[in-house]
């Protein structure tokens, strides 16, 4: 199993930026890739980015060009979320993922951080 503990959200002003963190845990050797969700409220979780193990990158059309996922180079199994120029519409609760291959495709979630986005 993998553990994950995201940290980093909060209160911006539009135009601003937050870094998010994900730290993994458990089972991490097994990890294929991570990603961030996100989920405002009355809408579905939506992809926003994702990072594959040898370091591709994928990310939700919205959030191109302002976010940038990666790893973090001085904590081993930590992701991170550069946010820039952040819209009102950002605002969701972000979720951190890691899927893994074992027999079938498994998965695993953070608890999610709130990220606010005033106007």
């Known amino acids: 199993q993998v553990q994950l503990v995201e940290s980093g959200g909060g209160l911006v002003q539009a135009g601003g930026s937050l870094r998010l963190s994900c730290a993994a845990s458990?089972?991490?050797?097994?990890?294929?890739?991570m990603g961030w969700y996100r989920q405002a409220p009355g809408k579905q979780r939506e992809l926003v980015a994702t990072?594959?193990?040898?370091?591709?990158?994928?990310y939700a059309d919205s959030v191109k060009g302002r976010f940038t996922i990666s790893r973090d180079n001085n904590a081993k199994n930590t992701v991170l979320l550069q946010m820039n120029s952040l819209k009102p519409e950002d605002t969701a609760i972000y979720y951190c993922?890691?899927?893994?291959?074992?027999?079938?495709?498994?998965?695993?979630w953070g608890q999610g951080t709130q990220v606010t986005v005033s106007t």
């Open positions: 993922n890691a899927r893994w291959f074992f027999l079938y495709w498994r998965e695993s």
């Open positions: 458990g089972n991490t050797l097994s990890i294929n890739d």
């Open positions: 990072i594959g193990s040898a370091g591709s990158t994928t």
